[in-house]
C-alpha cells in the first residue's frame, strides 16, 4: 500500500533556482493538498484541487504554481527559490468532504 | 493568520495528569478534525466531528465539537509518555467543502 509519494525526500537548492516536487496518490482520491510547515507554524495550505482539472490557491501561494497533472498525481513548482521557501513540504489527498485526509512523508526543501 | 488557533502552543504535563488543547476560530465548519504527528512523518488522523455539540471518545482522549460549529477541543485522561507528539486540529469551512486548513499545533510532552 502505497498511498500517497512524495519525491524527493530532500533538496538543497540555490537561490533562483527551480525545482518541481512530485506527489502521487494510489487511493483514487478527488482531492489533493500542497502545505508547508515551520517551526510553531503548523500546516500551511499553498494550493490545493478539488478534483481533476481544479486547482485553487491556499493561504500561502505566492512563490509557488501547481499542476494537477491527472488525478493520480498533483506537482508544486518552485520557479525561484527564495531562503523563506526552506521549509518541510508535505502532499495529501482525500476522497471528500469531511473525511480521512492521508499525507506523504514529506519533502525537506533548504534554499541557500 | 491562520483561520484556525490552537492553544497552547506547548505543553508539558506528568504522566497521569490530564490535558486540555482547544481549537478556535471566528468561521463555520462543517467539520473539524484532528490529527497528530510524529517527528518524520505525516499527519494521521485521530478523528472527525461533524455535529455541533458532538463529543467523541477515543480510549482516554475526548473531542468536542462547539454547538456553533466554531471550536472544538481535545481533552486527554490520565496521560501517558506515549501521548507525547504534535497535535493538530483541521477544519472545513463552510464556504468551501475542497478546503483543509490546520491550526498551528500544540506540542505535547508526558514526562514519565
Known amino acids: 500500500n502505497a498511498g500517497v509519494t512524495q519525491t524527493p525526500k530532500f533538496q ?4 533562483g533556482q527551480s525545482m518541481t516536487l512530485q506527489c502521487a496518490q494510489d487511493m483514487n482520491h478527488n482531492s489533493m493538498y500542497w502545505y508547508r510547515q515551520d517551526p510553531g507554524m503548523g500546516l500551511r495550505l499553498i494550493y490545493y484541487s ?4 481544479t486547482t485553487d ?3 500561502v501561494p505566492n512563490g509557488y504554481n501547481v499542476s494537477r497533472l491527472n488525478k493520480r498525481e498533483f506537482s508544486l513548482r518552485l520557479e525561484s527559490a527564495a531562503p523563506s521557501q ?7 489527498s482525500r476522497q471528500a468532504m469531511n473525511t480521512e485526509a492521508f499525507f506523504g512523508q514529506g519533502t525537506r526543501l533548504t534554499v541557500v | ?3 484556525l488557533e490552537q492553544s497552547p502552543q506547548f505543553l ?3 504522566e497521569g495528569e490530564n490535558l486540555t488543547v482547544y481549537c478556535n476560530s471566528s468561521s463555520v465548519f462543517s467539520s473539524l478534525q484532528w490529527y497528530r504527528q510524529e517527528p518524520g512523518e505525516g499527519p494521521v488522523l485521530l478523528v472527525t466531528v461533524v455535529t455541533g455539540g458532538e463529543v467523541k471518545k477515543l480510549k482516554r482522549l475526548t473531542f468536542q465539537f462547539g454547538d456553533a460549529r466554531k471550536d472544538s477541543s481535545l481533552h486527554i485522561t490520565a496521560a501517558q509518555p506515549g501521548d507525547t507528539g504534535l497535535y493538530l486540529c483541521a477544519g472545513t469551512p ?3 467543502d475542497y478546503k483543509l486548513s490546520f491550526g498551528a499545533g500544540t506540542t505535547v510532552t508526558v514526562r514519565a
Do not use: R
Open chain 1, 50 to 53: 478539488a478534483s481533476e482539472g
Open chain 2, 12 to 14: 508539558s504535563i506528568q
Open chain 1, 86 to 92: 526552506t521549509s518541510v513540504y508535505f502532499c495529501a
Open chain 2, 94 to 96: 463552510v464556504s468551501n
Open chain 1, 57 to 59: 490557491k491556499g493561504e
Open chain 2, 1 to 3: 493568520t491562520q483561520l
Open chain 1, 12 to 15: 538543497v537548492l540555490k537561490t
